[in-house]
């Protein structure tokens, strides 16, 4: 069982910046395949960056150029820094680990990006 912890959304203006959190309590980090999805009000889930356990980088169009994913092995710790936010990037982030056929969600961390 892999239990994930969103922290670090929040408030911020356009053209600003936040660094969002995914903690796993897992001894099996090392193995998991982490993503970064987002929900928008009204939308379904949508995949926004993913970081394999190769290191193996992705992201969505919208994003990349903004959004910087990234993992720290040894804190259990999977991040997604996010530069130049715009209002349309408002929207309930989670994380994601998938190990093979299993997967993991967390519960989400709001970020609202108005002026």
């Known amino acids: 069982q892999v239990q994930l912890m969103e922290s670090g959304g929040g408030l911020v203006e356009p053209g600003g910046t936040l660094r969002l959190a995914c903690t796993a309590s897992?001894?099996?980090?090392?193995?998991?395949?982490m993503y970064w999805y987002r929900q928008r009000s009204g939308g379904q889930r949508e995949l926004v960056a993913g970081?394999?356990?190769?290191?193996?980088?992705s992201y969505k169009d919208t994003v990349e150029g903004r959004f910087t994913v990234s993992r720290d092995n040894a804190k259990n710790v999977l991040y997604l820094d996010m530069t130049d936010l715009k209002p349309e990037d408002t929207a309930v982030y989670y994380c994601?680990?998938?190990?093979?056929?299993?997967?993991?969600w967390g519960q989400g961390t709001q970020v609202t990006v108005s002026a």
């Open positions: 994601k680990a998938t190990n093979g056929p299993m997967y993991y």
């Open positions: 897992s001894r099996i980090f090392d193995w998991l395949d």
């Open positions: 970081l394999t356990i190769q290191q193996d980088a």
